[in-house]
Nanobody
Framework: QVQLVESGGGLVQAGGSLRLSCVAS????????MGWFRQAPGKEREFVAG????????YYADSVKGRFTISRDNAKNTVYLQMSSLKPEDTAVYFC???????????????WGQGTQVTVSS
């Protein structure tokens, strides 16, 4: 059974930093794209950042570009999201996701974690 488990969320003041982790189990994702999404109260889930299977390509929503960094450690089957200069509008539940098919250039996210809450106070 495939599982994606996020951790690292919490309460932080505006301007602060957090590092989210997502550990995958049940299969390896070393050949698969992975990403982070978020959902704020009353809003739809939105894309935050994505990373190719090798880590050589990364993608960001305009709202987080320059502040967030996505990375991965394939040996640990783990993807990270380093978040800096956090703003109150970054408050949301953050979800990790993974593409079931390897080496896909336009990833489709088939597996999802349960999410971790990030709250940024002003």
């Amino acid at each position: 059974q495939v599982q994606l488990v996020e951790s690292g969320g919490g309460l932080v003041q505006a301007g602060g930093s957090l590092r989210l982790s997502c550990v995958a189990s049940g299969r390896t994702f070393s050949s698969n794209a992975m990403g982070w999404f978020r959902q704020a109260p009353g809003k739809e889930r939105e894309f935050v950042a994505g990373i190719s299977w090798s880590g050589g390509s990364t993608y960001y929503a305009d709202s987080v570009k320059g502040r967030f960094t996505i990375s991965r450690d394939n040996a640990k089957n783990t993807v990270y999201l380093q978040m800096s200069s956090l703003k109150p509008e970054d408050t949301a539940v953050y979800f990790c996701a993974a593409d079931a098919r390897p080496f896909r250039m336009d990833p489709q996210y088939d597996y999802w974690g349960q999410g971790t809450q990030v709250t940024v106070s002003s």
